[in-house]
């Protein structure tokens, strides 16, 4: 979801950004960068502060 919604948003994504995102089982931290993902204006911003 936190690929779609940076998707939706017209924001460009990284492969580095993707992987990390896809290979992530942890859902408080998909969590957090679902919310990220929502008020971000670049899809770095979600691996921000880890």
Do not use: F, Y
Request: with cysteine; proline share 2%.
């Amino acid at each position: 979801m936190t690929l779609r919604i940076l998707e939706w948003r017209g924001i460009p994504v990284s492969d580095e950004v993707r992987e990390r995102v896809e290979s992530c089982t942890d859902l408080h931290q998909l969590e957090t960068w679902a919310q990220r993902a929502v008020h971000g204006t670049e899809a770095t911003e979600l691996l921000a502060e880890e």
